[in-house]
């Protein structure tokens, strides 16, 4: 059987991810789209969640890890007085509590008390493993089991509107931080439970929202103009790690780092950091340690 053809092309395509259809799915049309040897994304989105999916394409899926650090802003609808099994509007109905009489001014406060750094609970239904399982095959079989906190932090929480059943909210926060499970301490302060109806991911850090295409656009461009034409959608793949600060280096120490060697710069500060030639040319990352010195962390092939 004949192998189908791929070629290298490098760079990040900014999904507007409709709703119903995985990541997953969404990844694998991007990557037969563009004819790509490699492809990933940055972090899925749930099928009853849309918006901004970076799909990172050839050596960009290299940094992909480096965007779940990214910060990332969600417009989220709450349906008040109702407690799901799954704390989202795909769960079965648990609870059911009678609605408070609050005015606007009233949620405002409440949701002023999410601001700032603090531990959140990772729900069951998520992806993420205890004991080489994942939490939500186990709640599936009616298994819970204790999950470490985690730290997040809100960085800010907008009421966008509200009424008696339901509440809409922008939020702009850290990497790991389960809106559903905002969502669901939301509805626990406002003494009325609640789950998530709906999400839409508004954009990721470094990333503008105006540059998102859907699936349908993206493949009718295909359609008209032919695969060059979503070419120019690709973004440069130094976008992926716009959250950390950048150096430029000469082709000396440049050289340096090529062979596995490090030096010390004093300096720089610590961290992570995007490393650049002095024409400009990305050439991937090194972490900086407490005393300056200079390592490769992920470089590219130069």
Known sequence: MA????RPINGILLLDKSLGVSSNHALQSIKKMFYADK????????????GMLPICLGAATRYAQYLLNADKRYRAKIRL?????TGDR?????????????????????????????QQCPPMYSALKHQGKKLYELARQGIEVERPLRDIEIHSLKLIEYD?????????????TYIRTLAEDIGKKLDCGAHLAALHRLSVEGFNSEEMLTLEQL?????????????????????????YPSIALSEWWLALL????SFVCPELSSGLKRLYAQDGQFKGLVMVDDSGRVKAERL???
């Open 90 to 118: 795909e769960g079965k109905i648990i609870a059911e509590t009678p609605l408070p009489l609050l005015g606007e001014k009233d949620v405002a406060a409440v949701l002023k008390t999410f601001l700032g750094p603090q």
């Open 300 to 302: 590219l092939g130069f």
């Open 219 to 243: 493949q009718d461009l295909v359609v008209q103009k032919g695969v060059s034409a979503i070419e120019t959608y690709i973004l440069p793949m130094d976008k992926a790690l716009a959250h």
């Open 258 to 261: 090529r062979c596995g060697k």
């Open 164 to 176: 008696i059943t339901t509440l809409t909210i922008e939020v702009h926060c850290s990497k790991g």
């Open 3 to 6: 192998k189908s053809f791929s």
């Open 81 to 85: 007085g109702q407690s799901t099994t």
């Open 39 to 50: 492809a990933g994304h940055t972090g899925s989105l749930d099928p009853l969640a849309s």
